[in-house]
């Protein structure tokens, strides 16, 4: 079992140097493509490529927060550790809603 920190340190030996001088906002836009990938693959019915896009996603998320110093653990959580950040429940009890607000 590979944790959310060493998945992030694993991104930072391979990748930090590159994430360093490529910035924070050129590593963003590199995460919003992957996110674009993903949704496309979500209307193939191939998981080998799903998972793949969703492989890329973490990914990128990583070296974003690489650049940021942020532990993706620690953000996680802080915020989803063992309830709902909005109702405080485990399942979430919150009013159904179809779009982010
Ligand atoms: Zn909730």
């Not at 979500?42 to 019915?45: G, N, Q």
């Not at 550790?81 to 405080?88: A, M, Q, T, V």
């Given at each position: 079992m590979v944790s959310i920190r060493s998945f992030q340190n694993l991104m930072h030996r391979l990748y930090f140097h590159r994430d360093s001088e490529r910035g924070t906002e050129g590593t963003y836009q590199w995460l919003r493509e992957e996110v674009d990938e993903l949704g496309e693959a979500?209307?193939?019915?191939n998981m080998e490529a799903l998972a793949g896009e969703f492989a890329d996603v973490a990914a990128w998320l990583a070296s974003l927060a690489n650049l940021l110093k942020l532990d993706l653990e620690d953000a996680l959580l802080q915020k989803y550790?063992?309830?709902?950040?909005?109702?405080?429940s485990l399942p979430c009890n919150c009013p159904f809603t179809t779009r982010k607000s």
């Open positions: 979500l209307t193939e019915a550790g063992n309830e709902c950040p909005k109702c405080h």
